[in-house]
């Protein structure tokens, strides 16, 4: 089979543009579970959720999906403090999170999830932006503006994320809570705050990233179900808790689902992410980049 | 002179760049009763994995009767006869006291033996051994019911019950008072009566001395001494690296 | 008790359960005792695993599927066999296709089973929390091997032709598959009863408890682990066998629905996890709350149920509805020491 050139440089691009918006979903996983060690497997639904609030002020107030995404980053930052308190509270202090902690965080994303439908139903939903239909054309090779601008975004995301967390106080914190918690108690830092902040920190980032998905692709409640395997398959391939990591885990992973889908058929797409995962966690368990 | 029940040839074990074991040689004598000790981080718990199973040590070789143990897993060696108590008890929260040493009953000694014990030959077993430690009347108790010092004598009772010959004990007495640490010495010579060999890896320098016959010194990931205890603690590499820091 | 009452004494509790149905005079009692049922079993082989040592599966519906797609395979075995076999092998395979019910079962077990123990051996060397995630992954590929897989209908799904009557007993072919359902919860109950009460019962509590030292103790857990991912793999499967039958109609979406996944979950979780008695209850339970709520509401809403049930449960009540009826009788059981005087030590 000879595979056309042209195909597969557009097929490249896409994925690296979908690779960059993956980081932004992923980036909150990769705080919560790679830095905190908090299976947070509800954090797509709290990107959905951010999907959906992005969709009800753009259609009603016209707003842009990022702008909202931001004025709203306060609210889910809250969001996470409260659902990191209640987590803490009733598994992390009591030494319970490997079984209940987790049963804990699937109740949520069924639950946000089985409430968008009861309210908005299964209905695909989407937002109007004058850019979304754009796209820069190079010759034969297209940059759609509903991509490229997700992909900015994103990455600009990441990289002041990392900048907090080398270069503040609090970021060097939390860094250090995956490292142990007694070299933050010499730092003369509460483990639990520092965590929460942390937690806080990894939600407000899904309202960001729900923004994002909707300018993407239209969303319904269920989709962010996809991503769950999505998700947690970069944070494995980049190496736990690294944010660099994220970046190279998602581009790599858009790239072979752009391909995948453009040769083999979308339908296929969903496995590759999660075969990786599998082969990953089999082989490979301290990701590619690990030591 | 008989084959030691346990050899360790030039074992080394590194975690990254951190060399944590070199060049490790040590053989224990069938029933002897050998102190371990070395300051913190010297590697003495590093040893303990290595030879219990719990990391694999890259070089070098541990044997136990002549057989090398090279890659095989822990639950093996226990089945083997080698028993270890943890540094922290770790004892199984959900079952009660009886119940934890039951667990090695069945899955060591049942299946070492080959022969189906009935359920009265475990039980007589079990109180057997909780005679021996003085846990008799905490059988039904979970183990959050118990005392520091109960704790680690379940630990050691649980160690025990794998019926091995010989039992690592990883510093059973830290954190507990002078009366209870003879306790558990005690407690730990009866056992070595048993026909037990003991490692006794431990900080409380009274309890080693009187417990041991022999002596073994650990510093960063080397040993510098190996005799008997009173020589040992004489010995100026010892003073200099260890006691008179 | 011993086993073998066990068996026999659910066998007739069993056999009450049928015979009431039968009164109701109803088929739907059948029909939606059959889920209920169908979630006993579940959430009992849930259980063997999440409960017993402590892994937690998030993949139910995968296997659950497997053992719906294994009994599609196989009943559209004759059209295959048809094509690429010659006629006298094809009319052979014709004559023993469908299968009756309870091969159907054994063979969607054997699949899930093997399916189990595949994703057991990959994973189980590494921390829980990978086993977890790696059983939403699973469910996501073979979602999509199945969706790629015209033979057994693909995306659009396949029909499965339930008789109306079951030929050998002539009972009408829903009530059928209720008793082999109810069958196949005493099976469930039974395996999970006797593992909880045997050696492998200790094995599997020292794993959740502290995996080192049940190695140390000589647990052979990465073994042990094997055999419970197996058995709760199987026995999933063979929920999901007759389900094609039960629905007639199966496309993946419904297989793998994300209901199964959760009321395995919650099910047990719900009902109390260090004994067979929770999942049963919890099925129980949340099995009929489901079906009342999804008639007189909506089944989304029933699902909601569910859902903030199993976060308040593990909230508020982490041993589940087991551990709050310990909790009453050791307070009942104080208030009767302490002779009805102040209570002292009755909290």
Redesign the interface.
């Known amino acids: 089979m000879t595979i056309p050139v042209e195909l597969f440089i557009n097929a490249l691009i896409a994925g690296i543009l979908l690779g960059g918006f993956y980081a932004a979903v992923t980036v909150g996983v990769s705080i919560s579970f790679g830095i905190l060690d908090i299976?947070n497997?509800a954090h797509p639904a709290f990107v959905i959720l951010g999907s959906y609030i992005a969709y009800i002020v753009n259609q009603r107030l016209g707003v842009d999906p990022i702008l909202t995404a931001i004025m709203v980053l306060p609210a889910f930052y809250a969001l996470g403090a409260m659902v990191y308190q209640?987590y803490y509270v009733?598994?992390e202090k009591?030494g319970?999170e490997?079984?209940?902690g987790?049963?804990?965080f699937?109740?949520?994303l069924?639950?946000t999830?089985?409430?968008l439908?009861?309210v908005f139903g299964v209905d695909y939903r989407y937002v109007h932006a004058a850019y979304i239909d754009q796209t820069i054309r190079f010759g034969a090779f297209d940059l759609p503006m509903r991509m490229l601008i997700p992909c900015v975004i994103a990455l600009m995301l990441l990289g002041g994320l990392q900048l907090f967390l080398t270069k503040t106080y609090t970021g060097r914190a939390i860094m250090a809570v995956a490292q142990d918690q007694m070299a933050l108690q010499l730092m003369a830092a509460d483990p639990v705050r520092i965590k929460r902040i942390a937690f806080a920190l990894s939600i407000a980032t899904a309202a960001i990233a729900g923004a994002l998905l909707i300018i993407i692709q239209p969303v319904e409640p269920?989709v962010g179900?996809?991503y769950?395997?999505r998700v947690?398959?970069i944070c494995?391939l980049g190496g736990l808790g690294s944010l660099p990591g994220t970046v190279i885990g998602a581009m790599l992973l858009g790239i072979m689902e752009s391909l995948t889908a453009t040769f083999y058929g979308p339908?296929?797409a969903?496995?590759v992410?999660?075969?990786f995962?599998?082969l990953t966690?089999?082989f490979r368990?301290s990701g590619i980049l690990g030591? | 002179m008989s084959a030691p029940l346990l050899r360790v040839e030039n074992v080394g074990k590194r975690f990254g760049g951190f060399i944590a074991l070199e060049g490790i040689n040590l053989d224990v004598a069938n029933g002897e009763r050998l102190g371990l000790i070395g300051p913190n981080g010297s590697g003495k718990s590093t040893l303990v994995n290595c030879l219990c199973g719990t990391l694999r040590n890259e070089i070098g070789r541990v044997s136990f009767e002549g057989r090398a143990l090279d890659g095989l897993p822990a639950h093996q060696r226990t089945r083997l006869g080698m028993a270890r108590s943890f540094q922290l008890p770790r004892p199984f929260t959900s079952l009660s006291v009886a119940e934890n040493l039951r667990v090695p009953l069945l899955y060591t000694v049942k299946a070492r033996s080959g022969i189906t014990h009935a359920g009265a030959d475990l039980d007589a077993r079990c109180h057997d051994l909780l005679a021996l430690v003085g846990l008799e009347s905490k059988a039904t108790k979970r183990p959050r019911d118990l005392t520091q010092v109960e704790m680690r004598k379940l630990e050691l009772a649980r160690a025990m019950a794998s019926d091995p010959k010989l039992l690592i004990a990883d510093e059973a007495m830290a954190g507990l008072s002078q009366s209870e640490v003879n306790d558990i010495v005690a407690l730990l010579i009866r056992m070595n009566e048993r026909g037990v060999t003991i490692v006794l890896i431990e900080h409380i320098m009274s309890a080693v001395m009187s417990f041991s016959q022999r002596l073994v010194v650990l510093v960063s990931g080397r040993k510098i001494a190996d005799g008997k205890p009173d020589d040992v603690i004489r010995d100026a590499e010892v003073e200099r690296a260890y006691l008179g820091q | 008790m011993r086993t073998p009452v066990f068996i026999v004494a659910s066998l007739i509790v069993a056999a009450v359960v049928y015979g009431l149905a039968r009164l109701a005079g109803n088929d739907y009692v059948f029909f939606a005792g059959y889920v209920i049922l169908q979630f006993v079993v579940l959430a009992t082989a849930w259980n063997i695993l999440g409960g017993y040592c402590g892994y937690v599966n998030f993949g139910s519906a995968a296997f659950f599927a497997l053992g719906a797609y294994t009994t599609v395979a196989l009943v559209k075995l004759p059209n295959l066999a048809a094509k690429y076999l010659p006629e006298g092998l094809a009319s052979v395979i014709a004559a023993a296709v469908p299968p009756p019910i309870p091969v159907l079962m054994l063979a969607g077990g054997v699949i899930a089973g093997l399916v189990g123990l595949g994703t057991g051996y990959l994973t189980l060397r590494l921390r829980g929390v990978f086993f977890a995630i790696a059983t939403l992954a699973l469910a996501v590929v073979l979602q999509t091997l199945i969706v790629n897989w015209d033979y057994v209908g693909g995306s659009r799904g396949a029909y499965v032709i339930r008789p109306q009557v079951h030929a050998l007993t002539g009972i009408n072919y829903v009530e059928y598959l209720f008793v082999m359902m109810l069958l196949l919860s005493v099976t469930a109950l039974t395996v999970a009863r006797a593992i909880e009460r045997s050696q492998l019962g200790y094995g599997f509590a020292t794993i959740r408890d502290d995996e080192l030292a049940a190695e140390a103790s000589g647990v052979p857990t990465l073994r042990l682990k094997l055999v419970a991912t197996t058995i709760s793999g199987a026995l999933m499967g063979m929920a999901g066998a007759p389900f094609p039958y039960y629905i007639g109609y199966l496309e993946p979406a419904s297989a793998f629905g994300l209901a199964y996944a959760v009321n395995s979950i919650a099910m047990p979780m719900i009902g109390g996890t260090t004994s067979w008695v929770g999942p049963l209850l919890g099925a129980l339970l949340l099995g009929t709350l489901q079906q009342i709520a999804t008639v007189t509401i909506s089944s989304a809403v029933s699902l909601l149920l569910v859902g903030l049930l199993l976060v308040a449960f593990v909230v508020i009540a982490p041993n589940g509805l087991l551990g709050l009826f310990d909790k009453l009788r050791q307070r009942i059981g104080a208030a009767r020491a302490s002779g009805g005087n102040a209570r002292t030590g009755a909290a």
Request: cysteine-free; aromatic content about 16%; overall charge positive.
């Open positions: 299976v497997i209640v009733s598994f009591r319970q490997a079984l209940r987790l049963a804990f699937f109740g949520l069924f639950v999830e089985v409430t439908i009861l269920s179900r996809e769950i395997g947690f398959a494995v339908s296929w969903p496995a992410a999660f075969g995962l599998l966690l089999a368990p030591r």
